[in-house]
């Protein structure tokens, strides 16, 4: 079974401040996508980022980044510099399985920047 | 560009009516469709899925159930809501040759 674990349930940070977003996985296939999603209080889930299990490469794209290890089935994203639009609710998503179509979501984490 | 369309944005029904939630996709053919329910307080659930025409997968057994009459229209239905059926409620799509799922704006039911 998959599962996915975002034990942050609510973070709060001061603007301009480094915050980390924490997401653990659980799954027995070795082909595995992963996925951040933000959602704002206007409720539509956009698309951040996927990385593949075959691919631990860390990314970063302006003030995001993602840190993938297998090693301890971690997905960890982190936003530098955080600014008030960055407040929402992110969650952390796993697909697994050939042929498999169910994203297993986290519960997600509240992020409040407060200017 | 790819866009999702869902409607309508807001719906309050009385327990017992009738539902019929609409989603449509634009500038893609043959994608594959999905509901997920976002209950208060809770994580999203996938509710069904599509892979074509007619195709309806379902994930969790309950009183909705979905339909896909055109290749880009996705449709959720019930034909008696219950309280617990309140939720808000997201369509996205996928590409067959892709993983990743794109999610539309989102129904926020009210079942009173």
């Known amino acids: 079974a998959q599962k996915v674990t975002q034990a942050q349930t609510e973070i709060s940070v001061v603007e301009k401040e480094d915050v980390t977003l924490d997401c653990v996985y659980e799954?027995?296939?070795?082909?595995?996508?992963l996925f951040w999603y933000k959602q704002p209080p206007s409720g539509e889930l956009v698309f951040l980022i996927r990385?593949?299990?075959?691919?631990?490469q860390n990314e970063i794209s302006g003030r995001y980044s993602w840190n993938f290890q297998k090693s301890t089935s971690s997905f960890n994203f982190t936003i530098t510099a955080s600014q008030v639009v960055d407040s929402a609710v992110y969650f952390c998503a796993l697909l697994s399985g050939a042929g498999s179509y169910q994203l297993t979501f986290g519960k997600g984490t509240k992020l409040s920047v407060i200017p | 560009s790819q866009t999702i369309h869902q409607w309508p944005a807001t719906l309050v029904q009385p327990v017992g009516s009738p539902l019929s939630l609409e989603c449509t996709v634009e500038g893609t053919s043959n994608p594959n469709l999905y509901w997920y329910r976002q209950a208060a307080g809770r994580g999203l659930q996938l509710l069904f899925y599509s892979v074509g025409i007619g195709q309806i997968s379902s994930e969790v057994p309950q009183n909705l159930s979905a339909s896909r009459p055109q290749d880009r229209q996705f449709i959720l239905s019930s034909k008696k809501l219950l309280l617990s059926d309140s939720g808000f409620y997201l369509c996205a799509w996928s590409t067959r040759d892709t993983e990743t799922q794109y999610f539309g704006p989102g129904t926020r039911l009210l079942v009173l």
């Open positions: 799954t027995r296939d070795t082909t595995y996508y």
């Open positions: 990385r593949n299990s075959f691919d631990e």
